[in-house]
């Protein structure tokens, strides 16, 4: 049985931290809203996305031919979820880790054992400026593909998927419950296989609200 691991670079890829405007909502908390039931953002350092469109671009032509049919269908979850607009682009950003990519992208890498210390792990990289998603690296791991792993077409697509929400500053939950439809979120790590729908849950989905909602928190225009 392949055992799988997938877990978000938390690099120092860090630009800078901003402060954060504090203001008391409609239900008097004061502050961004974080984590909840089956979902957490990166914070403090990725709490908001901003308002800025997004592009996804690769790192070579061979991870471009090969992921592009899967991030066409990411970038339209992720722009539904969060109102923004995410456009998979024919673009070549070569990527490196520990590096931010160009701002409001993220790049993905698909290769053999990215982390050669965890074979089986897919890993991204989520840069951050004055609380908000900056940038993002992705590696996906090309063994999920290899003729006899036998992975389901389904794990390869909630891998991206996975990472993919990494990018933008989701977190790994402090509990993985299920929903009213039975399914345990995307963003529980081990637990991707579970969701056969190919897409994000509801769990993610709040996720990413919450990361629009939490702009309110912040200086007008970031
Ligand atoms: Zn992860």
């Not at 402060?19 to 908390?29: E, F, I, K, Q, R």
């Not at 290899?146 to 077409?153: K, M, P, T």
């Not at 990494?166 to 979120?185: D, Y």
């Amino acid at each position: 049985m392949n055992t799988r691991a997938i877990s978000s670079a938390a690099l120092a890829a860090t630009l800078t931290i901003g402060a954060l405007v504090t203001a008391p909502d409609a239900h008097g908390v004061t502050g961004p809203v974080v984590a909840g039931n089956g979902w957490k953002l990166q914070a403090p350092r990725i709490t908001h996305l901003d308002t800025k469109p997004w592009v996804i671009a690769f790192h070579d032509t061979a991870s471009r031919t090969k992921l592009t049919p899967y991030l066409r269908n990411t970038a339209a979850e992720l722009t539904a979820a969060t109102g923004l607009t995410f456009t998979v682009t024919t673009k070549i950003v070569p990527v490196t880790v520990g590096k931010c990519p160009p701002t409001h992208t993220i790049s993905y890498r698909y290769m053999s054992k990215p982390n050669p210390a965890v074979p089986n792990q897919s890993f991204t990289g989520t840069c951050s400026l004055a609380g908000a998603a900056y940038s993002a690296y992705s590696f996906i791991n090309s063994d999920y593909w290899a003729a006899g792993r036998r992975f389901h077409e389904y794990q390869r697509m909630n891998v991206i998927w996975h990472e993919s929400a990494h990018g933008v500053g989701l977190s790994h939950p402090a509990t993985c419950p299920r929903n009213a439809a039975g399914l345990q979120p995307l963003m529980c790590a081990d637990t991707y296989k579970d969701l056969r729908t190919r897409r994000y849950s509801s769990f993610e989905r709040t996720a990413f609200r919450q990361l629009v909602l939490n702009r309110a928190y912040y200086p007008l225009g970031s």
